[in-house]
């Protein structure tokens, strides 16, 4: 089973590879936390390869009121600003040109405790990269809270 969370306006979804991707985060973290951008960083978990994190980042009210800094595009510019992995927010920027239904994802072999699964799945096909659209229920407009 496969667990999605979806980017919401009120969060960032980070993957952290690694330790050095950790720290860049935390420096990151230290020299834009008082930007007003950011309400806090509220969950770290092992991410399913075990050598990483998946970083929930809480957004102010200033980013969800604001039509610029709520676009998927900047989102996406601040999840790589705070480390997270840049093939993965390069695939992101793929997904926004096709106008793909959330395009900006988590994926997990495993529930995240504290945190609302947006969508799971049990298809046998891979899911990475490209092949993401394998997924049949992925192809379609998956929405929070659907079931396959």
């Not at 008082?34 to 957004?59: C, I, M, N, Q």
């Not at 969800?64 to 996406?76: I, K, M, Q």
């Not at 395009?103 to 899911?127: A, E, N, T």
Request: hydrophobic share 35%; glycine share 6%; proline share 6%.
């Amino acid at each position: 089973m496969r667990y999605y969370y979806f980017a919401r306006p009120d969060r960032l979804l980070l993957d952290l590879d690694g330790p050095r991707a950790w720290r860049t985060f935390q420096n990151a973290w230290v020299y834009l936390k008082d930007t007003g951008l950011f309400a806090g960083f509220y969950a770290a978990y092992r991410s399913p390869s075990g050598k990483g994190h998946h970083v929930f980042v809480g957004l102010s009210q200033k980013v969800r009121e604001s039509p610029f800094l709520a676009s998927n595009h900047v989102r996406s510019l601040l999840q790589a600003l705070l480390g997270s992995d840049l093939k993965r927010e390069r695939y992101h920027l793929r997904r926004f040109e096709r106008e793909v239904p959330n395009p900006i994802l988590l994926i997990s072999f495993r529930q995240y405790q504290g945190q609302h699964v947006d969508f799971s799945c049990d298809c046998p096909k891979m899911w990475k990269g490209r092949r993401l659209r394998s997924c049949y229920h992925l192809r379609r407009d998956v929405q929070p809270g659907d079931r396959p």
